[in-house]
């Protein structure tokens, strides 16, 4: 199973890495922790997704682990974020698919240190209607080494990461792939 996958976006194929940070982050935690992993095994780490807090466009304090138990779709974005604008009606889209709903699939769209009024705006008026979580600071965003936005995490119920994203993605089919390593 890919832990961790490159996205293309674009028709010249710019490549983003989301993984070097992650992998990165995995190292010290292994080493931080004293294990060790065999040059013969093919099991990759499993690596919890670190909980926080941010308010929604209610002004409520969120958590991450307020979901646990759930399968959890973060994205990091931006309005000023071309590819970001252009895959937030793809995630309306399965946020509504019955299918989803009925796993208890959780969208959270981290937006990365743009005002409240800007994003409700956005979100009226394009009918997004998914949980929005404001991460003014850009903190969040680095806590899971989303050095550039779209980025976006698939966290199963039991709050393991199990696939990263970095660029948009073009479809939904893309998504759902992603989404089947989570909702099992």
Known sequence: MDFFTYSVTGKGGIMRILMSMLIIALSIVTLLSGGCTSSETDETPELTAPDFQLLNLDGQQVALSDFRGQPVLINFWAI???????????????????KWMQKGLVILAVNEQESADDVRLFMAQNGLTFTVLLDTTGEVGLMYGARGIPATLFID?????????????QNIAQIEQRLALITQ
């Open 80 to 98: 000023r974020c071309a590819p970001c604008r252009y895959e937030m009606p793809l995630f309306q889209e399965i946020f509504e698919d019955s």
């Open 157 to 169: 119920k039991d709050g393991i990461i199990k696939n990263a994203v970095m660029g948009a993605f």
